[in-house]
């Protein structure tokens, strides 16, 4: 089909759906269908537009939030957010039967497509909603890698009252009716990972720091909101004067995410913590990466100044003044400089001696940034996504599907398993006989704890082609298993094709003292 030839990725935007139901209390599920289709859908072929940014564009549009504008303003506005496909839909209840209906619009091609539907009972809700989300997909330029009934069964269950509670949550107006919900939803459902960030973000709102982070603590390093996250729980330590927890939390945000607000707030940290050095790596990242930017100048102007860099820091300041002429803590800190005062290295004189310049010269603390654009490095990849799209669709799918495989890899390194998924799916669906592709989606599965399906893959991948890989995959399932001969077998395997691999050989440790102690 010439759709799924269609290199790149696509910006999407989900409407709330209308509410054809007479039943009362279902008002709720009509912001339920963004939230649900947003998380199913989005991929790195697929770039679904926040809720955040969808009111933001409608109320600049005088849109209040809550209003269900017509399709035509409705593209009006998805016109200027370069929205590729937009999604209208509608449900009904008849009391026994939950039924939604979707349609796709084409922005480019100002075409509507077939309507799709899925029904079934309330309690289903989110089942229903992924349905409909696959058949969405499917009519796309990159439809699902996966069969409907396992796209349906591949994500973890929700229960209708928490899910309920986590979007009225969202819905809700006051700080009290948020945290109300959110903690709701996380009594019925303990490891809902959304309402911890909602719950949390709603305590550091609050200037409550200690809550959020008790709250954005418990999000695992590998879900989907890992990364925001982690940006909160960094701030909400540094508000606390944890410089250590902060430090944690904003080191794997950098790994993860490599974001210039991130590394300017390494560098506060750094800072604080009195490590001079670690301070001007990270803001020089920063400046390189953004030079635009007034702050990051600022601050790493005030890291050199500190560390007796004062050609430095005067030409960090002039910099900045440029972009920021009205900054007063610039302006006297490069007067200090020009005047010839270094940093103090000891606690302030207060008493300064006629003729020497005095000790006590204030030196203003670097600026931290609370911001968290994680939307706008999503579009920048998308971008970059698209252009190498473009250039791999004109060579041969294995090498295509190697580039899949590799960044795959890179990004299960950075705990982000959904993404690294989506990328390994692609590469199978370029060459099924990628073995190193089946291998990465093993140890995808195998991080998200699907045990037969980690299994599966990393048996195709050997199969195909024994990689080390894909026998640790093996060895580690048949461990968890209490299969030891087994993971025996697998960890020889491994290391017949590495010797000196050492993942290999400390698994093999472990076989050995499970095998003694069972004897």
Do not use: C
């Amino acid at each position: 089909m010439a759709l799924a030839q269609t290199p790149g990725t696509h910006t999407l935007l989900v409407m709330p759906f209308q509410n054809r139901s007479a039943a009362p209390g279902l008002e709720w599920i009509s912001e339920a269908f963004p939230e649900v289709l947003s998380q199913r859908m989005s991929s790195p072929q697929v770039y679904v537009i926040s809720r955040e940014d969808r009111i933001y564009a409608f109320d600049h549009a005088g849109i209040p939030g809550a209003a269900h504008p017509s399709r035509a303003t409705t593209y009006s506005v998805a016109e200027q957010m370069d929205a590729d496909y937009v999604v209208f839909g509608d449900y009904d209840f008849n009391g026994s039967t939950f039924t939604a209906r979707a349609q796709l619009l084409d922005m480019k091609k100002l075409k509507l497509l077939p309507q799709v539907e899925s029904s079934g009972p309330l309690t289903s809700l989110i089942d229903v909603q992924t349905d409909l989300a696959w058949q969405l997909l499917s009519q796309m330029p990159s439809p699902p890698a996966v069969a409907r009934e396992q796209f349906v069964k591949s994500s973890a269950p929700i229960r209708v009252e928490a899910f309920e509670n986590y979007v009225r949550g969202i819905l809700a107006t006051s700080r009290q009716e948020k945290t109300r919900h959110f903690r709701e939803a996380i009594r019925l459902n303990p490891n809902y990972t959304l309402a911890m960030l909602q719950l949390g973000k709603v305590y550091y709102d609050a200037h409550e720091y200690e809550s959020a982070s008790l709250w954005l603590s418990r999000i695992p390093k590998d879900d989907a909101v890992a990364g925001q996250a982690n940006f909160l729980l960094g701030m909400a330590e540094f508000y606390r004067g944890n410089y250590e927890k902060a430090y944690t939390a904003f080191t794997f945000l950098a790994a993860r995410l490599p974001l210039t607000e991130v590394y300017n707030n390494l560098g506060v940290v750094e800072g604080r913590r009195g490590r001079r050095a670690a301070s001007i790596e990270h803001f020089t990242k920063a400046v390189a990466a953004d030079p635009s930017d007034p702050d990051y100048r600022f601050n790493l102007a005030v890291a050199l100044y500190k560390n007796g860099d004062n050609a430095g820091a005067a030409q960090q300041l002039r910099e900045e003044l440029q972009r920021r002429p009205n900054d007063a803590e610039a302006k006297g800190l490069l007067e200090n400089i020009n005047r010839g005062l270094s940093a103090p290295t000891a606690p302030a004189s207060t008493t300064p001696i006629l003729g020497v310049p005095p000790t006590g010269v204030r030196v203003p603390l670097e600026r931290i940034k609370r911001n968290y654009d994680e939307a706008s490095y999503r579009q920048l990849q998308v971008e970059i996504h698209n252009l190498t799209e473009e250039r791999l669709g004109k060579s041969d799918r294995k090498a295509h599907s190697a580039y899949h495989s590799d960044r795959g890899k890179d990004l299960l390194a950075r705990n982000a398993t959904a993404d690294a998924e989506s990328e390994f799916r692609e590469a199978i669906a370029l060459d099924y006989n990628n073995a190193a592709a089946h291998a990465g989606m093993a140890r995808a599965y195998e991080q998200k704890g699907d045990t037969f399906n980690a299994r599966s893959e990393a048996q195709t991948s050997v199969r195909l082609q024994p990689n080390v890989d894909a026998w640790l995959v093996l060895a580690r399932l048949d461990l968890k298993q209490n299969r030891i001969d087994a993971a025996s077998d697998d960890v020889k395997n491994a290391l017949k094709l590495e010797p000196g691999n050492s993942a290999a050989q400390a698994l093999q440790r472990e076989v050995s003292a499970k095998q003694s102690a069972s004897r």
